[in-house]
């Protein structure tokens, strides 16, 4: 019987995540619904919380508390142990699982992380993002006055130090210089080397595309010089839209397995996340 | 209080295990054993099988059989599944777990692969192997008429294909041309581009360094051109050490929480591999 996957959201994510399950074949579509549909009558095994993160943990408590799992890539890195925290409890009560901050980092990068952590045990990691789009960055550029659009772009200088290239559109009669100000003490942008460009049209050099070079050179035992790196070029919303979707899988197997309460992905085995039947993988991919 | 880890078999994984598990701030090392040593008295909450593959099954059927957990690096990739199978019955009679074909390939490249499949279902991997010298090809060489001493080194050309680089010493007065037709008609190397080098001194071109190139663009949802690559260049014995020691780690935690059974690495919550609480394993690498 195919799991029945719901999504609440339809921004990129939503829609990615929308294709993700049609594509999946063990999966059927339980319904779309968007921020402010009632959720009293849903039907699904599981739900893809596309929505802003912010909105996640209201989403997940409703839903958990009628015994249907939750899927979300909540991304405040600091917040993630808390939410896990209060997911979990209710999770556990309504004999539900959550798996959260399911998308590519936090999420699969995590995973990776913690995969090369236990080959090299002692070392450093850097994790560098980009070039590609910080919603972050965008909201805060956004919110400065005289500000009509922004873009903030993260460009990745090595060793887990970024650039911010931020692309503004001004109000009419705006002082650029007063603006840029404003941006550089901003707490989001006063600790990296940040440029403010004045455009046209911030939408013209909108893009979904960003990526990820993961380093870590470390030790085994006590041989030095152990390399690692992973790369990757993808489009966000639709590798975080799967990931969403492959967690979700997970989620219901967990489940049926009796192991209630909130996970992020380096608790979940990564069969978990596939398709098919253990030994099938196990004879394809070990 | 500390997991008491065992190992048997010195050879160059055995040497690295010990070092592994010394350096883990979690483990004891609870005694090396030769291969022909006793195991009557052995006294661990896991051993690490540091010897030659065709004799894992053997020494771990032996210690399941006693409750005590099993770590291995299996990688005759066609007998895994059988070999979960094996071990996974006693394991579970036995109360006991074992994690078999816990080194890079088959190990932590395994859950790379599982986990890109999982980001982008639709797609092509590529696993590149080196260039590093291959164990089964080298055994193949020696065991040729007239060749005194052998070295296969494994090349990667790309797209999964491999060359093979074969230094030989030769016994007094073979004749080259005869070893090398007896080595191309051998099944180790007839499917691939293979050379055969004479040298003077094999031992000369020895080094454990190994290293992989993983690629995979596959598709996320509906949308193509995901890219990813994993790449390491590492010291071979070492880290397969190392993934089996963390692995010992998971192994004893998945007997304490009662999940009894034989799991290969993707079957794995790979939190389980480190030391230290899950919420701050979370809290720094998610």
Redesign the interface.
């Known amino acids: 019987m195919a799991f029945r996957i719901a999504l609440i959201g339809y921004g990129n994510i939503g829609r990615?995540?929308?294709?993700?399950i049609?594509?999946?074949p063990d999966m059927e579509l339980a319904g779309i619904y968007h921020h402010n549909d009632s959720l009293d009558n849903i039907q699904a095994d599981a739900v893809l919380l596309c929505t802003p993160t912010r909105e996640v943990e209201k989403f997940a408590l409703l839903l958990l508390e009628k015994g249907i799992c939750t899927i979300d890539s909540f991304d405040i890195?600091?917040q993630?142990?808390a939410l896990?925290s209060s997911l979990g409890l209710v999770a556990k009560t309504h004999k539900a699982v959550s798996v959260i901050?399911a998308g590519?980092d936090?999420g699969?990068d995590?995973?990776?992380?913690?995969?090369l952590?236990?080959?090299?045990?002692?070392g450093i990691t850097y994790t560098n993002f980009g070039p590609g789009r910080s919603m972050g960055h965008t909201v805060a550029a956004k919110a400065i006055e005289g500000v009509k659009n922004a873009l903030s772009m993260t460009i990745p200088l090595g060793t887990g130090i970024h650039r911010r290239m931020v692309y503004v559109e001004l109000e009419e009669g705006i002082d650029a210089a007063i603006v840029e100000k404003k941006l550089l003490a901003d707490d989001y942008f006063a600790h990296d080397e940040t440029h403010m460009v004045v455009v046209d049209d911030v939408e013209a050099l909108n893009n979904v595309a960003h990526g990820v070079n993961l380093v870590r050179s470390g030790?085994?035992?006590?041989?030095h010089?152990?390399?690692?790196?992973?790369?990757?070029?993808?489009?966000n919303p639709?590798?975080t839209?799967?990931?969403m979707?492959?967690c979700a899988r997970a989620a219901v197997r967990m489940q049926a397995a009796g192991r209630f309460g909130a996970y992020?992905?380096?608790?979940?085995?990564?069969?978990d996340?596939?398709p098919g039947d253990?030994?099938t993988?196990?004879?394809q991919?070990?």
């Open positions: 990615a995540a929308e294709q993700a049609i594509a999946a890195h600091n993630i142990v896990r901050s590519w936090p699969s995590s995973v990776i992380r913690t995969l952590l236990a080959m090299a045990p002692q030790v085994s035992g006590s041989t010089n152990q390399r690692f790196e992973f790369n990757m070029t993808i489009n639709a590798l839209a799967q990931v979707v492959s992020t992905m380096i608790e979940l085995a990564p069969i996340l596939l253990p030994e993988l196990i004879k991919l070990v």
